[in-house]
């Protein structure tokens, strides 16, 4: 590690779990079963395991090599982005650099207090989704189901705007704030990667005790079945493929930048390619050995073929709840479940608070307090208007199409490309070699120039084609109005949600300009203070 009074890390394993804490979230445990499940079961692996060799570990182990690279020049992304770009480029690449994380954070937090919430209801027994029906009573899954919507719906306030200002969910995502500022005011070594190391084996056995109950109860195998038993004609769909490959991508948070922001602090001594390895596979063990053993399998065994209809939030907080208060024991494993949901949610929130402190801290010279002050002011102003207009998630969805995937994509290119064409697949290779424990292997030059840019770009292209003409008609009142005419909903209310899309889109244009305009300010006076010394 750099030998410095600057604030980093402890130790190797620190960083590891720093960095796979970032990318294990509710993506492991919710959106890849459903993802396997709906594209071949067991054969959706082969398109996955294809995807983490030619795009996922190239993104990892490239990212990593650029930021201990790029750290000679900061620690914040527009400054490590300085170290290869010049320019109108170097401008835009650290403004995406700056936004993705906070902005992700901004809902992504919002969703995190759910799971504390659900958390907290089943521990202390508040949520009764069975009411007086017993398990033998005509209509009594459906009754459950039908509850465990309810309250769901009343809890998000996704029903109408501003209904979830009513609810309690706004207390607990203040709470929620509360608990990651206090763990990134602590900065690096103290605060992220003390919890890291903490939450992590916490979140691992709690994980594996809950898989322990499930794996016990009787007729799992036909859950597993439904998981698992390979459909072997779905690998002639194109779009399993996009699937698979859009899997890992979010899965791995590549595109986020913690990980470049992460590796900054590095030496030439230190690791970088088993690091990053080690980052990755702790990451594809939750997801596959965990998240994918326990979500759908047991969903499949209380509700039988209609999980399948449920989407990621309908598996996460309306199947599994119904699945939980209708298994024996079921108010403790839910509990603990989603005890487990929340530690993922946290261990990834507060790795994407970081890099906008250090770019305060590194552009402006703020302190920490100042610059972990500022950034909560600016955070909460942002998702209070996610919280409130939040009629069908309208506003959470938009901004997660736009940020959380679009830019990431962008951002996840810029990085491979700039260690293609900028830094060169070898020399790239040559620095990630030294001080590392083991090698790169030889055929992941060939990988790294010739396959992962054009399979990353296809992808990014593919899935363009197949969700952007969607979030486009989102903003479209016309669209709106005739979707809600066809299926019998409200044309004020259809209105309504093409307006707040489009004020949501707006809004991410300014605050992109905004940033931009920080993030010149930032090199202005990072000049400036070069100058006077």
Known sequence: MKNSKEDRWVSRTGLILAVASGAIGL????????????????????????????????VCITEWIMGRRGGRSGHSAPFIFKEYLTGIPLHISGTIGVMIPILIYVYYVFIEAWCLSYAFYFLTGSIDLAGDLSSSSPGFRDSVVKNASTFFLNLTGSGANGDAFQSDVILFTLLCFMMNFAI????????????????????????????IRILTLDGIGEGLGAMWNPDWSSLTNPKVWVAAAGQIFFSLSAGFGIALVFSSFLNKKDDVVLSSLSSATLNEFCEVALGGMITIPIAFLFLGAASSSFGTFGMGFIALPSVFAMMPAGQIFGALWFFVLFLAALTSSVTMLQPGILFLEEGFGFSKRKASLILFIFTISLCLPIIYFNQDFTSLDLTDFFVGTILIYILATIQILIFVWNIGVKEGVRDGNEGSHIQVPKVYQFIMKYITPYFLIIIFFAFMIQSLPEYID???????????????????????KAIISRFVFLGILAIFGF???????????????????
Do not use: C, W
């Not at 890291?196 to 994980?207: E, G, Q, R, T």
């Open 27 to 58: 993506g492991n445990f919710l959106r890849f079963p459903g993802q396997a499940a709906q594209n071949g079961g067991g054969a959706f692996m082969v398109p996955y395991i294809v995807s983490f060799i030619i795009l996922g570990i190239p």
């Open 474 to 496: 989102k903003m479209s009142t016309d669209a709106m109005i005739e979707l809600a005419a066809s299926k019998g909903e409200s044309i004020a209310d259809a209105e309504n």
């Open 515 to 533: 940033t931009y305009l920080l993030v010149f300010l930032a090199y202005k006076n990072r000049r400036h203070r070069e100058g006077e010394n």
């Open 184 to 211: 990134v005011y602590r900065g690096i070594s103290k605060g992220l990667e003390a919890f890291s190391k903490f939450a992590i084996p916490v979140m691992l056995i709690s994980s594996v005790i809950v898989l």
